[in-house]
């Protein structure tokens, strides 16, 4: 088991960076890389962008202890949204445990964080509305326990949800849990964005 504070997530969860079309319009991957953080050699800290699970999936992961987002000040309900965190890459390990990939590499990872007192900022997707714009849905910023609360944090939690899964897939009509506000949980308020600079400290290189 691994003694750092640690969050476990799937491949799928993870992207390292986009396509854009260049100076000739062409189509070309862009991996993401932090905006001020530089390596030795004065190249940009390469980064990834780390899905969070869904709303649903977060509660069966830890049902009443679950972060929730709740509404931002514009009344945009946050934990419907699909959102993500960024993680430098070199922090991103592959799992012994669990299914490889066609070249031998596990399909599940382990993020590491150094920084027990580093917070960390949650972005959420925007969706298109009336006027043909899209929506701006405000950044949480979120300390370690709390970000604990949105991932798997222990290898039982990751067996646990397989199992759920497995349960599911074998008998399709299960009811799934609501998202129900009846209940008190912790709840993240919007806050201020945190300087990138400091926020990437939490994961020291």
Do not use: C, W
């Not at 701006?136 to 604990?148: G, H």
């Not at 222990?154 to 506000?181: A, G, I, W, Y």
Request: hydrophobic share 25%; glycine share 4%.
């Amino acid at each position: 088991m691994p003694t750092k504070a640690h969050i476990y997530v799937s491949d799928r969860q993870i992207k390292y960076g986009q396509y854009v079309r260049d100076e000739n319009n062409e189509r070309k991957f862009k991996p993401y890389t932090h905006t001020k953080a530089k390596l030795p050699n004065g190249e940009p800290v390469p980064m990834v962008h780390v899905e969070l699970p869904s709303f649903e999936k977060r509660q069966k992961i830890h049902g009443e202890n679950v972060t929730m987002f709740g509404l931002d000040r514009n009344g945009i309900n946050r934990d419907e949204r699909r959102a993500y965190i960024q993680v430098p890459a070199a922090k991103v390990y592959d799992t012994k445990q669990g299914r490889k990939d066609s070249k031998g590499r596990s399909k599940m990872k382990v993020i590491y964080i150094d920084n027990n007192a580093a917070r960390f900022n949650v972005y959420f997707h925007g969706e298109m509305i009336a006027d043909g714009r899209f929506d701006r849905p405000e950044t949480a910023n979120v300390d370690l326990k709390e970000l604990q609360r949105l991932f798997p944090a222990t290898m039982e939690q990751v067996r646990s949800l397989r199992t759920q899964k497995q349960k599911e897939t074998e008998n399709p009509q299960r009811e799934l849990p609501h998202k129900s506000q009846d209940k008190v949980r912790t709840q993240v308020h919007a806050q201020p964005k945190k300087d990138k600079k400091e926020q990437s400290k939490g994961f020291e290189r």
